[in-house]
């Protein structure tokens, strides 16, 4: 069971880039998946979250607006498009999954999570 985060980069502000969250050895249609991340001497923290079908979908509010949270239940990947991107926005991206929905007021808590990706750094310049 393992999720892989990719698509991070180096990016200019107002720019845009897309990540992908894939998973090997179960399938992530039945899972409910969280994008959080890190920035340096920071907690993690929830940007986006999507249910298995994809039919509902929460944003941080930071980020509401800006970033796009989709997935591809064929390919087993769940994606965060982001654009106007900003500096602070820098921070090592992680995508999780659940096998049971969160409440609505606790999507963003880390500690529901058991299945982690290794994170992919977004680094935003100004």
């Known amino acids: 069971v393992q999720l892989q985060a990719s698509g991070g980069g180096l990016v200019q502000a107002g720019g845009s880039l897309r990540l992908s969250c894939a998973a090997s050895?179960?399938?992530?249609?039945?899972?409910?998946v969280t994008w959080f991340r890190q920035a340096p001497g920071k907690e993690r923290e929830g940007v986006s979250y999507?249910?298995?079908?994809?039919?509902?979908?929460y944003y941080a509010g930071s980020v509401k607006g800006r970033f796009t949270i989709s997935r591809d239940n064929a390919k087993n990947t769940v994606y965060l498009q982001m654009n106007s991107l900003k500096p602070e926005d820098t921070a090592v991206y992680f995508c999780a999954a659940k096998a049971s929905r969160p409440i609505v007021s606790a999507w963003m808590l880390p500690s529901l999570y058991y299945n982690w990706g290794h994170g992919t750094q977004v680094t935003v310049s100004s």
């Open positions: 999507i249910s298995t079908r994809g039919s509902t979908t």
């Open positions: 050895g179960f399938t992530l249609n039945n899972y409910y």
